[in-house]
């Protein structure tokens, strides 16, 4: 199994956080904040019930002021990391030169996990699952993903 790489990132308030702090998680790449499909997606996640020990931890290039009103105005009583990736350094490390264009809300969104990358990680930090879209109707199978989340908690 593939080790989740190390990287410290700011999150909202400027602090920085290092991913051995959060795993198990599921790290979820959002493109610009605030754009029509991020607070969709956020809505999705929200339905995926995402219980401890599994961490919410998401990842986008806007600034930690973005960030910070990001969190006030749609994550209201989500339980989850908000971390900003300006530089693209998390993109680049799994082969993303930077976050998925979606040029307007793709209408199938329907989907928590219709995403431009998300990765599921154990408690050692190992990946779990993985799945990268590059258009965005891409998207694993929910059923699928939630027996492999529920096979994380056992």
């Known amino acids: 199994m593939t080790v989740f790489p190390d990287f410290s990132l700011q999150d909202e308030d400027g602090y920085l956080r290092h991913t051995s702090e959060f795993h198990p998680a599921l790290f ?7 754009c029509r499909y991020a607070r ?6 929200r339905k995926l019930d995402i219980l401890d020990p599994v961490k919410l931890v998401l990842i986008s290039p806007c600034p930690p002021p973005q960030a910070r009103l990001f969190r006030r105005q749609h994550l209201q009583r989500l339980p989850c990391a908000l971390l900003s990736d300006t530089q693209f350094k998390t993109y680049e490390q799994n082969r993303l030169k930077k976050p998925p264009f979606w040029s ?26 993985r799945y990268l879209a ?21």
């Open 28 to 34: 979820v790449w959002l493109r610009q904040l605030g």
């Open 40 to 45: 969709a997606q956020i809505q999705q996640l």
């Open 104 to 129: 307007f809300l793709d209408k199938t969104l329907a989907d928590p996990l219709q995403n431009g990358k998300i990765i599921l990680t154990r408690p050692s930090g190992q990946i779990h699952f």
């Open 134 to 154: 590059y258009k965005a109707s891409d998207r694993p199978d929910t059923g699928e993903f939630l027996k492999t989340l529920r096979r994380l908690r056992l």
